[in-house]
């Protein structure tokens, strides 16, 4: 009985430390690395062949950095109230 289900618990197990895994290597330099080659190669692909799919939107990074966002919107903000002055 036990047999019939190991499969379920050798994926979940296999699962969390494969997702640890990533989490760590992303912060080193090899992973860091690997992440900006691999950024690459998509871009060449998209580039070579226009595969449309693969582009991010222009305000991405405003989802990833919302407070950093928040700030340049205030400042614009500030900016066109004292061009208007």
């Known amino acids: 009985m036990l047999s019939d289900r190991l499969w379920i618990y050798t994926a979940i197990v296999g699962a969390i430390i494969g997702a640890a895994f990533i989490h760590y290597f992303k912060t080193t330099r090899l992973g860091i690395w690997s ?3 691999f950024d690459n190669v998509i871009d060449y692909l ?3 062949w226009g595969l449309t799919w693969l582009d ?3 305000n991405a990074w405003k989802v990833t950095f ?3 966002a928040k700030n340049i919107e205030e400042l614009e903000n500030r ?3 004292l061009e208007n002055k």
């Open 66 to 68: 919302p407070d950093i």
């Open 79 to 81: 900016i066109k109230k």
């Open 56 to 58: 991010q939107p222009r």
């Open 35 to 37: 992440y900006s080659k």
């Open 46 to 48: 998209r580039d070579k």
